[in-house]
């Protein structure tokens, strides 16, 4: 059974960091991508960074460029954001999610937008608040 654990979410000043890791157990599928998006209250889930453990690819949304790193260890099972210089609009729950055929990534790269329906399964959430 594939799980997801998402943690390491608290409560941060703006301009401050916070480092989220996501736990996932029961994977067989080699070129699987790991993705995190987020969510505020009322709006759409939003794609935030992914990666591809297995040849190290990755692709971040321009809000979070530069301020967001995504790395996992080669085996995909411990993926982590860090998360530096957070604003008050980072303030959002956390998920992290897997796609099981890898195509998320690369749809991403092209289209500019991570698809919340190429993840097969996700996380439980883990909530960041940043005041200003």
């Known amino acids: 059974e594939v799980q997801l654990q998402a943690s390491g979410g608290g409560l941060v000043q703006a301009g401050g960091s916070l480092k989220l890791s996501c736990t996932v157990s029961?994977?067989?599928?080699?070129?699987?991508?790991i993705g995190w998006f987020r969510q505020v209250p009322g709006k759409e889930r939003e794609g935030v960074s992914c990666i591809s453990p297995d040849d190290g690819d990755i692709y971040y949304a321009d809000s979070v460029k530069g301020r967001f790193a995504i790395s996992s260890d080669h085996a995909g099972t411990t993926v982590y954001l860090q998360m530096s210089n957070l604003r008050p609009e980072d303030t959002a729950v956390y998920y992290c999610?897997?796609?099981?055929?890898?195509?998320?990534?690369?749809?991403?790269?092209?289209?500019?937008?991570?698809?919340?329906?190429?993840?097969?399964?996700w996380g439980q959430g883990t909530l960041v608040t940043v005041s200003s």
């Open positions: 999610a897997l796609d099981t055929d890898g195509l998320s990534l690369t749809i991403a790269q092209e289209g500019g937008t991570m698809l919340r329906s190429e993840y097969d399964y």
């Open positions: 029961g994977i067989t599928f080699d070129e699987h991508v």
